[in-house]
């Protein structure tokens, strides 16, 4: 039990000062490439990302989703990039994953973060990542994001409307 909270001290450290760090530019880019973080305790329809990045224009080919599972064991049979759960985590936010290196490595145009859970592994991916734009939803730590939208997980619908309306407000599809 000491050593899990000495463990999410040295997470949330690690995150501090990747956030700290973080260079924010302003840019009218498209949106052509798109990394998906969810938490699969919380949604699990990832075919709905698909559907609505290909409408956007996004090709299949050009997204990328990872999923979360908190419980190893629990980890299904994946149709979607990369399973991540804590054992691909190390002391002070190392990456034991390679695929899970690889993504944060990808320089994507946009990266949305589809959790509400506030789970210390999410919040490393997300800070860590290169991508230009991060969007994620509310109740989590504000300096991840670019922009936050109030939505619930299981709204996916209302989620893909407020996306869409900003992504066209900021010129980004």
């Not at 946009?110 to 490393?124: C, G, H, T």
């Not at 209302?158 to 869409?164: A, D, G, I, V, Y």
């Amino acid at each position: 039990m000491i050593l899990k909270a000495f463990k999410e001290k040295s997470y949330q450290n690690y995150i501090n000062k990747l956030l700290n760090s973080r260079h924010v530019e302003a840019n009218n880019k498209k949106i052509d490439t798109v990394g998906v973080i969810f938490n699969l305790n919380e949604f699990s329809d990832f075919e709905n990302f698909q559907i609505f990045f290909e409408d956007l224009g996004v090709k299949q080919n050009r997204l990328k989703i990872i999923a979360f599972v908190a419980d190893e064991k629990l980890a299904p049979e994946t149709y979607w990039d990369v399973n991540v759960t804590p054992k691909d985590f190390g002391w002070k936010g190392a990456i034991k994953n390679n695929d899970l290196k690889a993504f944060i490595d990808t320089d994507f145009d946009a990266l949305i973060s589809y959790y509400k859970e506030d789970r210390m592994e999410l919040n490393i991916i997300t800070a860590q990542s290169k991508a230009r734009f991060k969007v994620g939803l509310s109740g989590i730590d504000d300096r991840l994001y670019d922009l936050i939208l109030d939505v619930h997980p299981k709204e996916f619908s209302l989620f893909k409307r407020e996306l869409h309306k900003y992504l066209t407000v900021l010129n980004k599809i």
